[in-house]
């Protein structure tokens, strides 16, 4: 597992940066992700919280050693806004909406003004 420090994310954020991998979601749940490597092969990343230390395992050449690679840090980066909205979701309750009203002045088919009101994008 390799541990998540700023210190030694740097030069995997320049390098991810350059390379823009995509991050896809394999399991929000188990924090399991699939990356593009720079000539496009897939690898898998997994993230994990133990005693208050945030690891990282990538099944890359890098990652397997023990060594930080663009792939954790592009896929750290999706978790953490994956993870935020699965709180943010879980603690709002769902609540019903208002109807949008909107009045305005339009002209109608003789060039007349006249005063239109829409409830949610339709006239009344």
């Known amino acids: 597992m390799i541990k998540l420090e700023p210190a030694a994310m740097t030069k995997a954020i320049a390098r991810a940066k350059a ?3 995509r991050v896809r979601v394999i399991s929000a749940d188990a924090r399991t992700y699939s990356v593009t490597g720079s000539k496009g092969d897939a690898y898998t990343v997994r993230f994990a919280v133990s005693n208050g230390l945030k690891l990282a395992e990538c099944d ?14 592009a896929a750290a980066q999706v978790n953490v806004m994956t993870q935020s909205m699965r709180k943010q979701g ?11 009203i909107v009045r305005r002045i ?7 003004k006249i005063v239109a009101v829409y409830c949610d994008g339709w006239a009344i």
């Open 60 to 73: 890359c050449r890098a990652g397997k050693a023990g060594m930080m690679c663009f792939h954790v840090v």
């Open 90 to 100: 879980a603690s709002a309750p769902v609540a019903p909406l208002a109807p949008r």
């Open 106 to 112: 339009e002209r109608g088919h003789n060039g007349a």
């Open 19 to 21: 390379v823009r991998p």
